[in-house]
T-cell receptor, first 114, second 117 residues
Framework: GEEVAQTPKHLVRGEGQKAKLYCAPI?????VFWYQQVLKNEFKFLIS????????ETGMPKERFSAKCLPNSPCSLEIQATKLEDSAVYFC????????????FGQGTRLTVV | AQKITQTQPGMFVQEKEAVTLDCTYD???????LFWYKQPSSGEMIFLIY??????QNATEGRYSLNFQKARKSANLVISASQLGDSAMYFC??????????????FGAGTQVVVTP
């Protein structure tokens, strides 16, 4: 597609429940990045993929967060046993390369943990 | 380590005037890209403009231009002829391509712009 598609737009989970977010990158883009934005300000990098391979996962809280990008499927970010502090907007972005090219963002998924 | 600094938390600008949003960066990577994004109250991230570290000319996209001063490590965004729809949060971001950055974007704290009639 011509845009990064994220679903769902909003997600509400009770504390301890699982949350799964999806991202379809722009067709032809090899790199996918996940970011977490808390309180409309700070962006935190979570993980990146080159095609279906994890490229950089230094930002991932490994105990409860996991992510995949499988061939012919949207990428996914899963949070097991959500906590209140996981409430944020999760953005997916895609690029043709990891270098000096534009990165385009999806609309974001707003996760609210209650 | 990389760092992006946006020193203006917020600013007001009158419609039809130009506004400059400051952004300075710090990196030891010789190759990097600088980005500006707009985030309106609806929350989406809109890509505005991109400048590569080796680009000789300043980037321009319609009413947006990037004042790139490499020696000063600054990448200020200029919005000409402001419109009410320009009211939003603006983020400066950098991506470097070597070793520890691995292509991820580093964001500044953002500048909230309010355009008044």
């Amino acid at each position: 597609g011509e845009e990064v598609a994220q679903t769902p737009k909003h997600l509400v989970r009770g504390e301890g429940q699982k949350a799964k977010l999806y991202c379809a990158p722009i067709k032809g883009h090899s790199y996918v990045f996940w970011y977490q934005q808390v309180l409309k300000n700070e962006f935190k990098f979570l993980i990146s993929f080159q095609n279906e391979n994890v490229f950089d996962e230094t930002g991932m809280p490994k105990e409860r967060f996991s992510a995949k990008c499988l061939p012919n499927s949207p990428c996914s970010l899963e949070i097991q046993a959500t906590k209140l502090e996981d409430s944020a907007v999760y953005f997916c972005a895609s690029s043709q390369s990891k270098g000096n090219t534009e990165a385009f963002f999806g609309q974001g998924t707003r996760l609210t943990v209650v | 380590a990389q760092k992006i600094t946006q020193t203006q938390p917020g600013m007001f600008v009158q419609e039809k005037e130009a506004v400059t949003l400051d952004c300075t960066y710090d990196t030891s990577d010789p190759s990097y890209g600088l980005f500006w994004y707009k985030q309106p109250s609806s929350g989406e991230m809109i890509f505005l403009i991109y400048q590569g570290s080796y680009d000789q000319q300043n980037a321009t996209e319609g009413r947006y231009s990037l004042n790139f001063q490499k020696a000063r490590k600054s990448a200020n965004l200029v919005i000409s002829a402001s419109q009410l729809g320009d009211s939003a949060m603006y983020f400066c971001a950098m991506r470097a391509v070597t070793t520890d950055s691995w292509g991820k974007l580093q964001f500044g704290a953002g500048t909230q712009v309010v355009v008044t009639p």
